[in-house]
Nanobody, 114 residues
Framework: VQLVESGGGLVQAGGSLRLSCVAS????????MGWYREAPGKQRELVAD???????NYADSVKGRFTISRDNAKNTMYLQMNSMKPEDTAVYFC?????????WGKGTLVTVSS
């Protein structure tokens, strides 16, 4: 499975961005998908994840501001980020897992200016 993220960029605090992650290859193995982020000097952390059936889970720090979704027909996952804060600045990674395997994208940089 190959994962390619897009949609990162520079946004002012309070603004919005929408990230996309497109899966290709053996997409039958993509059961769960998620967004992780890694800020400078910090460990990679879960932002949100979603099952194939659409059940979602969010980190407390993004609840009420970020929305994860997926379109299984398009093998694409999204992350709508609203009311962004400088502390949301990080490289955002797409991850998929299932059938004992997991896959990562290369990441997309999100920078929130104050």
């Amino acid at each position: 499975v190959q994962l390619v993220e897009s949609g990162g960029g520079l946004v002012q605090a309070g603004g919005s961005l929408r990230l996309s992650c497109v899966a290709s290859g053996s997409t039958f193995a993509v059961e769960n998908m998620g967004w992780y982020r890694e800020a400078p000097g910090k460990q990679r952390e879960l932002v949100a994840d979603i099952t194939r059936r659409g059940s979602t889970n969010y980190a407390d720090s993004v609840k009420g501001r970020f929305t994860i979704s997926r379109d299984n027909a398009k093998n694409t996952m999204y992350l709508q980020m609203n009311s962004m804060k400088p502390e949301d600045t990080a490289v955002y990674f797409c991850k998929s897992w299932g059938y004992g395997m997991d896959y990562w994208g290369k990441g997309t940089l999100v920078t929130v200016s104050s």
